[in-house]
């Protein structure tokens, strides 16, 4: 079965940006979670809050 | 203005900039400011990196709730000019990436509230989330004028559940903080109501300018700001502030009430450009800055 409406067209350029700017944005949030959670841990090993 | 958006656009990624706008960054900073208060009016001591990831998991909580508001209401959102340009009534962004956003955010931050602070935090979080966006947005926003009396309960919450990340349990204090932003919701979104009636009005939102029409809602501003300006007093009385808190709430409450005088008394005619309901608006929103502030410098001051 095909589609008989083909797809418009969209901005690669654009497509491409966006993908990298939120795949910058996720490895930054990933790295500080990963500092933060290790943080945490850390001030919670160190005693009572 | 949803339905008009192109496959081509569809397919784009959202841009993380209309993500961060989902969150509602300006409602955002209040929430982080008077959970901040609320964390550093407790007493004992919170280690630094613990009470930095508490309010960040109230900030995402928030964040998350904005969302999950703004994916229920982005139909409503598309009929008022004030709100046509968000992300979702703009169609920059489709419902389901709003949803799955809103709702991880929300899954995240009770995560992190838990494994940074105390199950009673995580727990009073979790209620917070779901009564903003099941209680106010879905069941009592399009339903009663009264939706933000009982709705504004969700905005209370945030120096409530920064005590309580603290300690791990309730005081008189956070409870009376509160009541206050409580109180304070009905004056302060009504003042919005009076000067942006006609665009909840054309969304079928029965605020209560729109239902009970002006000089009700003008009286019921002025009851309300009577009796927040005793909550926010209440404090120094009961002996759970010193004097600095009493005096602050005292001045800045009593020009609360002036300017909510000014509005209660007030009628208007065609064209009027409302300009005392402006002020009573922006004045509420440094009110409330100033008033947790001056309960963390209070309680700094006695220690």
């Known amino acids: 079965m095909t589609d008989e409406t083909p797809p418009e067209p969209f901005d690669e350029a654009e497509y491409r ?26 001030a919670r090993m160190m005693g009572p809050k | 203005m949803a339905q008009s958006l192109t496959h081509a656009e569809t397919a784009l990624p959202a841009d993380w900039r209309d993500l961060f706008a989902l969150t509602k960054p300006r409602v955002m900073s209040l929430v982080v400011f008077t959970a901040l208060c609320g964390l550093l009016a407790a007493p004992g001591h919170v280690h630094p990196v613990l009470a930095f990831s508490s309010i960040l998991a109230i900030a995402l ?9 703004q ?38 931050s009770v995560f992190l509230m838990l494994f940074a602070a105390n199950w009673q935090a995580a727990a009073l979080l979790t209620v917070s989330i779901l009564f903003y966006v099941i209680v106010y947005t879905m069941w009592l926003k399009p339903r009663t004028p009264q939706n933000i009396v009982i709705g504004g309960a969700a905005g209370a919450f945030p120096p409530l559940i920064g005590w309580v990340a603290a300690t791990g349990s309730m005081a008189p204090l956070p409870v009376l903080l509160f009541l206050l932003i409580f109180l304070w919701t009905p004056p302060h979104f009504w003042a919005l109501a009076l000067f942006v009636r006609s665009d909840y009005a054309a969304a079928g939102i029965p605020m209560m300018p729109v239902v009970a029409g002006e000089p009700s809602t003008r009286r019921q501003i002025l009851f309300y700001a009577l009796i927040m300006a005793a909550a926010a007093i209440a404090p120094w009385p009961l002996g759970y502030t010193g004097a600095l808190y009493g005096w602050c709430a005292a001045a800045l409450s009593a020009v609360f009430v002036a300017l909510s005088v000014q509005v209660g008394l007030r009628r208007t005619g065609e064209g009027d450009r ?23 410098a209070d309680h700094w001051l006695i220690a």
């Open chain 2, 61 to 69: 909580g928030a964040g998350a709730s904005g969302a999950l508001n």
């Open chain 2, 274 to 296: 409302m300009q005392p309901e402006k002020r009573l608006f922006a004045f509420s929103v440094a009110y409330l800055f100033l008033l947790f502030g001056a309960v963390v």
């Open chain 1, 17 to 42: 940006r966006r993908q990298r700017s939120r795949a910058n944005l996720m490895g930054w949030i990933l790295g500080a979670l990963a500092f933060l959670f290790f943080f945490i841990t850390m």
């Open chain 2, 71 to 108: 994916w229920y209401e982005a139909g409503l959102d598309a009929k008022m000019k004030r709100t046509a340009g968000r992300p979702l009534p703009a169609g920059r962004l489709d419902p389901q990436t709003a949803l799955h956003f809103g709702v991880g955010l929300a899954a995240f």
